[in-house]
Nanobody, 122 residues
Framework: QVHLVDSGGGLVQAGGSLRLSCAAS????????MAWFRQAPGKEREFVAA????????RYADSVKGRFTISREYAKNTVYLEMNRLKPEDTASYHC???????????????WGQGTQVTVSS
């Protein structure tokens, strides 16, 4: 079992920045690829970014490429999502996830955080 706790969301103006954190406990953090997904009201869960077990590989949704950066800190069992140049369309609940590989499909992930709300005002 892996327990994930998301944090760092908030209200920010368009063009601003936020850093989300996801703290993991339980099984070995380095055994999992990690990802961030987001879900806006009335919409399906959407892939944002993923990072491999080693941290050497990352992938991003086209909509956030160049603005968001995913990283992981093994000493703190934490994965981060640095979000810059935020847009109103980035407004959603953001959830971290742990799985076997850095896929972009939610069904590939076994464990989920509770979510942290990000609201971007125009």
């Amino acid at each position: 079992q892996v327990h994930l706790v998301d944090s760092g969301g908030g209200l920010v103006q368009a063009g601003g920045s936020l850093r989300l954190s996801c703290a993991a406990s339980g099984r070995t953090f380095s055994s999992f690829a990690m990802a961030w997904f987001r879900q806006a009201p009335g919409k399906e869960r959407e892939f944002v970014a993923a990072i491999s077990m080693s941290g050497a590989g990352t992938r991003y949704a086209d909509s956030v490429k160049g603005r968001f950066t995913i990283s992981r800190e093994y000493a703190k069992n934490t994965v981060y999502l640095e979000m810059n140049r935020l847009k109103p369309e980035d407004t959603a609940s953001y959830h971290c996830a742990a799985g076997r590989a850095a896929w972009s499909t939610p069904s590939q992930y076994d464990y989920w955080g509770q979510g942290t709300q990000v609201t971007v005002s125009s």
